[in-house]
C-alpha cells in the first residue's frame, strides 16, 4: 500500500488561473481532508468529504471547492488564483469507524503550489 | 473557536538531555489531542494521541485539562528525533474524524 498519494507535485501557476489538484486515500480509507499549510505555518483545515459529500468546511472562500468520487478518491479546484494561495496543499485520509481506531489521519506528500 | 498554541518555534538540546515540547489549547469541549511529527523530506505522521496512551519512540504526552496542557516528552533526546513537531486537537466526536486544528509546529534540533 503506497498511503495516500498526491498529483501533482508542484505546481505553478498565474493569477486569476483555476487549478486542481487530486488525492488517491490509504487503501481502505473513506474520509478524505484537504489542509493548506503556508510557510512556517501549521496545516489549515480547509474540508472534509465523506460519502462524496462535503461534511465540514474550514474558513475557507468559495473560491475553494471539492469533489469526491465514488472509489474515494479526492479532486480540490481553486478558482480565480490568489499570489496568497501559494502553499503546500496536504490531502489526510481516514476511516468512518468506531473505536480506538477513529479518527487517525493519514497525510500524503502535499502538492506544492506556486501562483506568480 | 479551536485553537492550538505552540509557543517555541525552535529548540535546540544535546543528545541524551530531556527534551519537551510544549503545547497549550483552547477548546469549550473536551477534545482529543495529538501530536504529529514531520522528519525532513518525509509526509507528516502521526507520533501519538492521547487517548491511546501509548509511548512511542519514548516519546510521552499527558493531557492536563486543568492547564489545557498536552506537553510532548522524552526523557534522553536522539540525534534521529530531530524534526518538525505539530500539536493537534479535535473536537471529541463520538467516532466521526473531524477536522484537525494545528499550532504552528517546533522545529526539534537535537545537537551530537
Known amino acids: 500500500d503506497a498511503g495516500v498519494t498526491q498529483s501533482p507535485t508542484h505546481l505553478i501557476k498565474t493569477r486569476g488561473q483555476q487549478v486542481t489538484l487530486r488525492c488517491s486515500p490509504k487503501s481502505g480509507h473513506d474520509t478524505v481532508s484537504w489542509y493548506q499549510q503556508a510557510l512556517g505555518q501549521g496545516p489549515q483545515f480547509i474540508f472534509q468529504?465523506?460519502?462524496?459529500?462535503?461534511?465540514q468546511r474550514g474558513n475557507f472562500p468559495d473560491r475553494f471547492s471539492g469533489h469526491q468520487f465514488p472509489n474515494y478518491s479526492s479532486e480540490l479546484n481553486v478558482n480565480a488564483l490568489l499570489l496568497g494561495d501559494s502553499a503546500l496543499y496536504l490531502c489526510?485520509?481516514?476511516?468512518?469507524?468506531?473505536?480506538?481506531?477513529?479518527?487517525?489521519?493519514?497525510f500524503g506528500p502535499g502538492t506544492r503550489l506556486t501562483v506568480l | 473557536a479551536q485553537r492550538v498554541t505552540q509557543p517555541e518555534k525552535l529548540l535546540s538540546v544535546f543528545k541524551g538531555a530531556p527534551v519537551e515540547l510544549k503545547c497549550n489549547y483552547s477548546?469549550?469541549?473536551?477534545?482529543?489531542l495529538f501530536w504529529y511529527v514531520q522528519y525532513s523530506r518525509q509526509r507528516l505522521q502521526l507520533l501519538l494521541r492521547h487517548i491511546s496512551r501509548e509511548s512511542i519512540k519514548g516519546f510521552t504526552a499527558d493531557l492536563n485539562k486543568g492547564e489545557t496542557s498536552f506537553h510532548l516528552k522524552k526523557p534522553f533526546a536522539q540525534e534521529e528525533d530531530s524534526a518538525m513537531y505539530y500539536c493537534?486537537?479535535?473536537?471529541?466526536?463520538?467516532?466521526?474524524?473531524?477536522?484537525?486544528?494545528f499550532g504552528k509546529g517546533t522545529l526539534l534540533t537535537v545537537n551530537p
Open positions: 493537534a486537537l479535535t473536537p471529541h466526536s463520538g467516532g466521526s474524524n473531524y477536522k484537525l486544528t
Open positions: 489526510a485520509s481516514s476511516l468512518e469507524r468506531r473505536g480506538l481506531a477513529y479518527g487517525t489521519q493519514y
Open positions: 477548546y469549550s469541549g473536551s477534545p482529543e
Open positions: 468529504y465523506y460519502e462524496e459529500e462535503e461534511r
